[in-house]
């Protein structure tokens, strides 16, 4: 992990607004004065009780959400979301060669040979064999559907991942696989990751640094020890009590 930095946020709060189909009626706001950085390299843990403005966040990052003030600031480009649940987040009416192939296809800079040279490569980069390139989500395991998700987050070769509780609908040992690949992967293609998850023993397995976010607010933040070992604020003491 170096200081070299893969994401910025700088005193963001944002949040939705009611109003109809032009939004022009009072700002509620979700997140308050949320700063803190991704450093090239690094898996950042956000942690959090549901309802506290984890996927808002996620989404103000990727621009699906515009921040009321303060700054979101990309090193990196075309920056991907990796979702809790793959099987809402593919298109059940086509095959995984084609999801995986459509991004290649939209971008324009690749002829199909190459397009699906490199399906076939992320395929393999995820441990899929190329059988899966023909079936439909509804044809897969959960694990392969997940695996399926990284790949089409990754096809187009960014170097920032959000992964949104990438493994809670997941068994045990398929979550295993799971965080292994996502070591694998940041490793082998230089990934930095932003990874949200309410479940604290997956984000002490997998994370370097951690994120505590309480009503919209970093409450906390510190390396994985610090923050497990040594946590300052009752509400992280509170979280790590109900995780064990």
Same mark, same amino acid.
């Given at each position: 992990?170096? &200081?070299?930095?893969?994401?910025? !946020?700088?005193?963001?709060?944002?949040?939705?607004? &009611?109003?109809?189909?032009?939004?022009?009626?009072?700002?509620?706001?979700?997140?308050?004065?949320?700063?803190?950085?991704?450093?090239?390299?690094?898996?950042?843990?956000?942690?959090?009780?549901?309802?506290?403005?984890?996927?808002?966040?996620?989404?103000?990052?990727?621009?699906? +959400?515009?921040?009321?003030?303060?700054?979101?600031?990309? #090193?990196?480009?075309?920056?991907?979301?990796?979702?809790?649940?793959?099987?809402?987040?593919?298109?059940?009416? #086509?095959?995984?060669?084609?999801? !995986?192939?459509?991004?290649?296809?939209? #971008?324009?800079?690749?002829?199909?040979?190459?397009?699906?040279?490199?399906?076939?490569?992320?395929?393999?980069?995820?441990?899929?064999?190329?059988?899966? *390139?023909?079936?439909?989500?509804?044809? !897969?395991?959960?694990?392969?559907?997940?695996? +399926?998700?990284?790949?089409?987050?990754?096809?187009?070769?960014?170097?920032?991942?959000?992964?949104?509780?990438?493994?809670?609908?997941?068994?045990?040992?398929?979550?295993?696989?799971?965080? &292994?690949? !996502?070591?694998? /992967?940041?490793?082998?293609?230089? /990934?930095? #990751?932003?990874?949200?998850?309410?479940? *604290?023993?997956?984000?002490?397995? *997998?994370?370097?640094? +951690?994120?505590?976010?309480?009503?919209?607010?970093? +409450?906390?933040?510190?390396?994985?020890?610090?923050?497990? &070992?040594?946590?300052?604020?009752?509400?992280?003491?509170?979280?790590?009590?109900?995780?064990?």
């Amino acid at each position: 992990m170096s &200081d070299e930095l893969a994401l910025s !946020l700088r005193h963001v709060s944002s949040g939705y607004r &009611d109003g109809g189909i032009f939004r022009r009626g009072p700002l509620h706001e979700v997140l308050h004065d949320v700063t803190f950085d991704v450093r090239h390299g690094e898996i950042l843990g956000l942690v959090g009780e549901s309802g506290t403005g984890k996927s808002t966040l996620a989404r103000t990052i990727l621009g699906m +959400v515009q921040p009321g003030q303060g700054e979101v600031i990309h #090193y990196t480009k075309r920056p991907q979301m990796i979702f809790q649940d793959p099987y809402s987040s593919l298109n059940p009416a #086509y095959t995984v060669g084609w999801t !995986l192939e459509e991004p290649l296809r939209i #971008y324009g800079k690749y002829g199909r040979e190459e397009r699906r040279q490199r399906v076939r490569d992320m395929l393999k980069r995820v441990e899929l064999p190329d059988e899966c *390139l023909s079936a439909k989500p509804a044809e !897969l395991s959960g694990g392969q559907r997940q695996r +399926v998700s990284i790949a089409a987050a990754l096809i187009r070769r960014p170097k920032f991942l959000i992964a949104d509780e990438p493994v809670s609908a997941l068994d045990v040992t398929i979550q295993t696989q799971i965080l &292994d690949l !996502l070591q694998t /992967l940041r490793r082998e293609l230089d /990934l930095s #990751y932003l990874f949200i998850s309410h479940d *604290l023993n997956v984000v002490y397995q *997998l994370c370097d640094r +951690v994120l505590v976010m309480k009503s919209g607010r970093i +409450v906390e933040q510190g390396t994985v020890d610090e923050i497990f &070992d040594h946590p300052k604020e009752d509400y992280t003491k509170q979280l790590l009590a109900a995780a064990e």
